[in-house]
Nanobody
């Protein structure tokens, strides 16, 4: 499956952005789709994920209450709505698809397919 992430940009602190992750070549129906982010000089961190089969969602503590992950079945697309953005949210955001077990949803190593990344910059 090929993933295309989009929607990044420059926004002021407190603003909002919506990222999209569109799949081609195969549907998301059997996968968990996650968003990860990597800030300069830092490791790639888990942000959020959604299980296609159950619609269960998972969030990193740092984004709970501010970010919402959702899906659009017909468009085979996953969205990450980001509100109340902070400068520390600045990073390249990647979407990924895989089949991690529930307890390992946050483990990037268990995702098989990755998009190219989209840059989110939050100015103070």
């Amino acid at each position: 499956v090929q993933l295309q992430a989009s929607g990044g940009g420059l926004v002021q602190a407190g603003g909002s952005l919506r990222l999209s992750c569109a799949a081609s070549g195969r549907t998301f129906s059997r996968y968990t789709v996650g968003w990860f982010r990597q800030a300069p000089g830092k490791e790639r961190d888990f942000v959020a994920a959604i299980r296609w089969s159950s619609s269960s969602t998972y969030y990193a503590d740092s984004v709970k209450g501010r970010f919402t992950i959702s899906r659009h079945n017909a468009k085979n697309t996953v969205y990450l709505q980001m509100n109340s953005l902070k400068p520390e949210d600045t990073a390249v955001y990647y979407c990924a698809a895989g089949s991690p077990i529930t307890s390992a949803t946050m483990n990037a190593e268990l995702y098989d397919y990755w998009g190219q990344g989209t840059l989110v910059t939050v100015s103070s």
